[in-house]
């Protein structure tokens, strides 16, 4: 346990969907969820920090004002934080910050989203420097265009397979069955996956993640609230990892057109997806061999075997090994994704990252039902957003 050690009290969910309702809603039923698991009115939290959304008009960026006017103005500081896809664990450092810093004892953090119909866009407006704005208006280059890219690389170096993609697929529907807060929750074959209609070649509807409406909520506070409150050995927040990448980045980064030259200077040592569980595992003095369970943000299917690589658990080119062998399915050397991921839910963009920190809580709790990963005691969370924002929480108990 390190000094900077924050207790997780309680989490809760808005079950992912298309619900057709205001993002807040959904916010608000997660946070009112977190607040009774961590056995707390909403009057006893000290700070509010909210992940925001941008498609959901000004409240979604002051979000964290939002939830608290939603839930009734008791007079706590606020913080909004967008970091895109990073944005949970964006805000859930600012809730840690705050607490650290000696600030506040408890804090609640939320994330929510109502997403449209179809792959996300860029926001209204002509903004011809915008590269975000660019590469749909110059390229049409949505999203999946990125994932087909990641896995086109992947294939050339190491050899993979639309049957090894299709694998992770079954992998995470089946681990997804039995999560009711899953969008979801239906088993697949590779012949299905593979069946499926071409997006991105040569990724398949199958292959890639749903664009979905759904909110999370985490309730932290120091140690000492904790056992001031009667919380017996909380699962912990032992590291959270925001980095950013190194000069040069050579790998295309979504959404770039180019990558960085490294003509003129030497290739970074670590490329900026392996740096993003490097930091946490530095700050929490852990590694990859500590791991009980990963959550990983599968925006497809190729990419959850980079995250693979990406956080350690083994080499490179090694990940469709892993997938063969069982080794991260439940029951295997290193589940991955036991709440079924993004294929189950799909992409709440805010709330994303504090749902895997929420999996990973009720798994280390031992609360996880059907899906429990047998002696879960650390687990990592990862993902990234655009523009160079990394996420990744380590939890313990």
């Known amino acids: 346990m390190s000094d900077h050690d924050v207790a997780v009290l309680g989490v809760g969910m808005h079950p992912w969907g298309k619900w057709g309702r205001n993002f ?35 409240p979604g960026y002051v ?9 009734g103005w008791q007079g706590a500081p606020v913080a909004s934080s967008y970091a895109a896809c990073a944005s949970g664990a964006t805000a859930l450092n600012a809730a840690r910050a705050q607490i650290l810093g000696g600030l506040c004892d408890v804090a609640l953090v939320v994330g929510a989203d109502t997403t449209p119909k179809g792959f996300l866009a860029p926001t209204a407006g002509e903004r011809g420097d915008d590269p975000d704005w660019l ?19 992947r294939m050339e170096l190491f050899g993979a397979t ?3 993609f299709a694998k992770v697929k079954v992998k995470n529907a089946a681990h997804g069955l039995s999560n009711p807060n899953a969008r979801y929750r239906k088993a697949v074959t590779e012949d299905e996956v593979m069946a499926s209609p071409v997006v991105a070649d040569p990724l398949r509807l199958l292959d890639i993640c749903a664009t979905s409406d759904g ?9 000492e609230y904790a056992q001031r409150r009667g919380a017996a050995g909380p699962v912990r927040i032992a590291a959270i990892s925001t980095v950013t990448p190194s000069y040069p980045n050579t790998v295309i980064e979504m959404p770039n057109f180019t990558t960085d030259s490294a003509a003129a200077a ?5 490329t900026f997806r392996d740096a993003i569980a490097q930091g946490a595992y530095a700050e929490a003095g852990l590694g990859p061999d500590d791991l009980d369970l990963a959550e990983v943000y599968d ?13 350690g658990l083994c080499g490179a080119g090694e990940a469709e090994k892993l997938v063969h062998d069982g080794a991260t399915t439940i029951g295997g050397r290193v589940p991955v994704n036991p709440s079924g ?6 992409e709440a963009v805010p709330a994303q990252a504090l749902a895997q920190v929420g999996e990973v809580v009720w798994q280390c709790r031992g609360d996880a039902g059907e899906r429990q990963v047998e002696g879960a005691n650390v687990g990592l969370t990862v993902n990234q957003g655009l523009f160079g924002h990394g996420s990744s929480v380590i939890l313990v108990r």
């Open 24 to 58: 807040v809603d959904y916010g608000v039923t997660a946070a009112r969820d977190a607040l009774a698991d961590a056995g707390l009115e909403w009057r006893d939290i000290q700070f509010v920090s909210g992940a925001d959304t941008i498609r959901n008009g000004y």
């Open 63 to 71: 979000s964290g004002a939002t939830f608290a006017q939603a839930l």
């Open 135 to 153: 590469r749909f208006r110059l390229l049409g280059a949505t999203n999946p265009t990125y994932f087909a890219f990641y896995a086109r690389r």
């Open 162 to 164: 639309p049957a090894d």
């Open 215 to 223: 909110a999370a909520a985490v309730v932290v506070s120091s140690l």
């Open 266 to 270: 030497p290739e970074s040592p670590v």
């Open 299 to 311: 925006l497809s299917t190729a990419l959850e075997l980079d995250w693979y690589e990406n956080i």
């Open 341 to 346: 991921g993004l294929a189950c839910f799909g």
